[in-house]
């Protein structure tokens, strides 16, 4: 799940090697922070949340193969909170 996160937010974004995904599980539930550049936050959000939406979409199809349920968070760089649905 992580190396899935990992392609399409650097497909999306200008800084790539800014990019940070770190995947932790408990259980069946699978946590996936996406940190990227704060310049950034707006292409991997996207307008009304569409591209978040849409990545989350992707690797919540992908986890039902695993029989896992996947959290994915969107941080930036240097700032506390996430923009999580």
Known sequence: MKELVEVMARALVENPDEVVV???Q???TI????????????KV???????AKAIRA??????????VVVDVN?????EEGSAEE
């Open 45 to 51: 959000i996207g307008r009304q949340g569409r591209i």
């Open 26 to 28: 408990e259980g069946k």
């Open 22 to 24: 770190t995947q932790t």
């Open 74 to 78: 969107i941080d930036s760089e240097g």
């Open 58 to 67: 992707v690797v919540k199809a992908a986890a039902t193969r695993e029989n």
């Open 31 to 42: 946590r996936i922070d996406l940190k990227v550049a704060p310049s950034d936050m707006g």
